[in-house]
């Protein structure tokens, strides 16, 4: 089975300053995805951004960017210039050629104004 | 973006009753959907895969007999709650998409709050 290890259950930043989530995951499998989720208090879960595991290349989208290293089944997640509605449960999810999602346990984000 | 709906948003129930809760995709075709269970504070468990028209795939430790998924339409899938007891209420939540793979879109549903008396 996979696991996927968020360490960080809290964490805070400044507005307009700059935060990274952290994530492992153990698997034995070679192609997968990854993705950072964000689940605001309405629950609604929001894709932030996804990783192709055969991808070198660290995904972007506008403030959020990762650091995806295979090796070492590391996939953190970096939030540029964070914003007030950035506070929010953020999830790191592993996704097998099944399909099937497995979450983190969630990192907490506030962003203090 | 593709919607997905979660019918009704908030359940209660008495102890001992069956509860039916509904995912659809709203504007496109889900082979397969996926039921998560989410306790206060934690992170979202995968429960089962549901597929259309076959039998769902549970994942180890989750009582088939117990959570039944039903997928009769590309478009719905249900997943019942059998004799609910107080320690089945959690916040249910359902996934649909990726029919090509997980590098489609997996979108969810916005979750199901069940609280049995």
């Known amino acids: 089975a996979q696991t996927v290890t968020q360490s960080q259950p809290e964490m805070s930043v400044q507005e307009a300053e700059t935060v990274t989530l952290s994530c492992t995951y153990d698997?034995?499998?070679?192609?997968?995805?990854l993705f950072w989720y964000k689940q605001p208090p309405s629950r609604q879960m929001i894709l932030v951004i996804r990783q192709e595991a055969y991808k070198q290349q660290n995904a972007t989208e506008n403030r959020f960017s990762v650091n995806f290293q295979k090796a070492a089944k590391s996939f953190s997640l970096k939030i540029s210039d964070s914003q007030l509605g950035d506070t929010a449960m953020y999830f790191c999810a592993f996704c097998n050629t099944g399909n099937q999602f497995y979450f983190g346990t969630g990192t907490s984000l506030t962003v203090i104004p | 973006g593709a919607v997905v709906s979660q019918h009704p948003s908030w359940v209660i129930c008495k102890s001992g009753t069956s509860v039916k809760i509904e995912c659809r995709s709203l504007?496109?075709?889900?082979?397969?959907m996926f039921w998560y269970r989410q306790f206060p504070k934690q992170s979202l468990m995968l429960m089962a895969t549901?597929?259309?028209?076959?039998?769902?795939?549970?994942e180890q430790g989750v009582e088939k007999d117990k959570f039944l998924i039903n997928h009769a339409s590309l478009t719905l899938s249900t997943l019942t709650v059998t004799s609910a007891h107080p320690e089945d209420s959690s916040f249910y939540i359902c996934?649909?998409?990726?029919?090509?793979?997980?590098?489609?879109?997996?979108?969810f549903g916005p979750g199901t709050r069940l609280t049995v008396l």
């Open positions: 698997t034995s499998e070679s192609n997968y995805y």
């Open positions: 996934s649909a998409g990726g029919a090509s793979g997980p590098t489609d879109t997996q979108y």
């Open positions: 504007d496109f075709q889900a082979t397969t």
């Open positions: 549901s597929n259309e028209g076959s039998k769902a795939t549970y």
